[in-house]
């Protein structure tokens, strides 16, 4: 016998309840809303945009900019570096930004005396120069002396051996020959992946009493061997009084005694030295000869490692002390998505003048906010919220509006694009977590080189390289390390020219950088070019051009 056919129920044809009827009369309104409020972006529009972006360039404003930021030394924690912190404030300001200052208080380190003397054994005595000669010509004066942050004070006395660059593989050689560094202080040729500060932890654990250290590079010919690299040897970066969480005017801080922070320190002195002055001790050297290739890869008169026929006098006494930075924000609310924040970022805070570092990048920041500034007032305005970032006490190792913004930005952050030394000489570069690679190509072609007539700088940089070769992000020496290494952001890091021979010296002046790096600031023009259109394609493309796929091959 044959079942009775059963009608089916059909969900669709029945009649909504008034609670379902309800809920998508307000999903129109919703959408009814946006729909009049943010109509979808015209791709035309962007186009223009960018365009007027890229054509309203000016290389004479980027060269008013560094000239004004490198007037005077500026290191963090004084007066002058207050100054620059007003000029930038007063820039994003008068470009009609919505712009605040971040103060946050933190363990600074500065010298207060330190003197080298060399003993030999027939009883002359020799007071080596420890501040730069001859800087007269490319910078005015005002500088604060050639030191080591965080380094102890301390006055010692001994034998001298060299250890080329200090690595552990340097005091094996060494070992080798039987010399022991135990109850001596070493010079190191600062060079490779090494940081001074793991130079020095490394001596500290071979005996060593002090560190004397100097970089060669391409400073041994000319005035220029007489510069003084200086830098901070502290263990980790942050705040050492507030590990962890931000160094805030009234907050929470260990004792300067507590272990934890004495960690952070090393337990030995140590001092920079002019390229000069180690020559004079490296020719006086006694001792084993050092090693053939040591001796190839040198460009002092290297012959001897020591011990013997000189001993050094070391004095050095420096203080720590509590000082007020400031970073500074200004802010494009986004029209659509205003809780996602693409962050463009440079710390401003220099050892002495900073022409390059960092203020070549400074001056590509504001040139790039005046540029948006100018689309806002032909209609533009960003789908998702743009901050631009100008830091203080990055040379000291300081990070603390990460920490006080970590989970935020692990949150809400797309990318933080960074730049740190915008010119250092020719040829482009850039390093970049993988998912952003495929927009730094786009980008990039879109750019004109400013070594070249026609080419663009992807062009060039396929021609130098034979591929575009995007490095990848894994140092903590530059503002992107806490974003990404703390927060997870994405990043990006582009420059032009690999490295320059005044790093960190007196030398790094405007003088310097419109005589040797970029005269007419055209360089500059490109980096500021790539890095504010990295900025409104992240900002603006309604899908985030982030490619995973090539972090996945990465992976691979």
Not at 2 to 15: A, D, M
Not at 316 to 345: C, M, W
Not at 360 to 379: F, P, V
Not at 427 to 450: M, S
């Amino acid at each position: 016998m044959s079942q009775p056919l059963t009608k089916p129920n059909n969900s669709l044809t029945s009649k909504p309840s008034p609670l379902c009827a309800f809920l998508f009369l307000i999903i129109l309104c919703i959408l009814g809303f946006y729909a009049v409020h943010y109509p979808p972006r015209n791709p035309q529009n962007d186009l223009l945009f960018h365009q007027i972006f890229l054509s309203s360039a000016n290389n004479n404003t980027i060269s008013s900019y560094l000239r004004s930021l490198t007037s005077h030394p500026h290191l963090a924690g004084t007066k002058p570096s207050l100054e620059t912190t007003h000029y930038v404030k007063t820039h994003f300001k008068n470009l009609g930004l919505e712009t605040h200052t971040v103060p946050f208080k933190t363990l600074l380190s500065y010298p207060l005396r330190a003197s080298v003397s060399l003993h030999f054994d027939n009883g002359t005595v020799l007071n080596l120069p420890l501040n730069e000669i001859g800087i007269s010509s490319y910078a005015p004066s005002g500088l604060v002396q050639p030191y080591h942050a965080y380094s102890p004070s301390g006055t010692t006395q001994g034998d001298v051996v060299f250890v080329n660059k200090g690595t552990e593989d340097d005091y094996r050689a060494l070992e080798v020959m039987g010399v022991n560094v135990s109850g001596c202080i070493v010079i190191v040729k600062k060079g490779g992946s090494l940081s001074r500060g793991a130079a020095v932890e490394i001596a500290e654990k071979k005996g060593a009493l002090g560190v004397l250290m100097y970089a060669e590079g391409d400073v041994s010919r000319g005035s220029f061997r007489f510069g003084v690299e200086r830098g901070t040897v502290m263990k980790g970066v942050g705040d050492p009084l507030t590990p962890g969480w931000a160094g805030v005017e009234d907050g929470e801080r260990l004792e300067l005694e507590d272990n934890k922070v004495l960690d952070r320190f090393p337990g030995i002195p140590s001092l920079p030295l002019t390229f000069e002055s180690a020559q004079v001790i490296l020719e006086s050297l006694g001792g084993p000869e050092a090693p053939q290739k040591w001796r190839d890869s040198s460009r002092s008169k290297l012959s001897r490692v020591g011990p013997g026929q000189v001993m050094v006098n070391f004095i050095y006494q420096g203080e720590k002390k509590l000082a007020t930075i400031h970073n500074v924000f200004a802010v494009i609310r986004g029209s659509v998505e205003p809780d996602r924040y693409v962050l463009l970022g440079n710390h401003r805070d220099a050892w002495t003048y900073g022409a390059v570092d960092p203020n070549s990048g400074t001056a590509a920041l504001l040139d790039i906010a005046r540029r948006y500034a100018l689309l806002m007032r032909k209609g533009w305005n960003p789908r998702r919220t743009i901050i631009f970032c100008s830091w203080d006490a990055e040379e000291f190792g300081m990070v603390e509006w990460v920490e006080q913004n970590l989970v935020n930005l692990g949150a809400k952050a797309v990318a933080y694009l960074n730049v740190d030394c915008a010119v250092q000489g020719p040829g482009f570069f850039a390093g970049a977590t993988p998912q952003l690679d495929d927009l730094i190509f786009e980008v990039t072609k879109k750019v004109k080189d400013p070594d070249s007539d026609v080419a663009t700088i992807y062009d060039k940089w396929t021609t130098m390289n034979r591929i575009s070769n995007i490095d990848r992000l894994s140092g903590v020496d530059s503002d992107f390390a806490p974003f990404l290494h703390h927060a997870g952001v994405s990043s990006v890091d582009i420059y032009y020219g690999r490295d320059f021979p005044v790093y960190h010296t007196a030398f790094d002046s405007f003088n310097w950088m419109i005589n040797f790096a970029d005269p007419f600031f055209w360089r500059h023009v490109a980096v500021a070019g790539v890095w504010g259109l990295l900025g409104l394609h992240l900002a603006d493309d309604p899908v985030l051009p982030l490619n995973y796929l090539s972090y996945a091959k990465q992976l691979q």
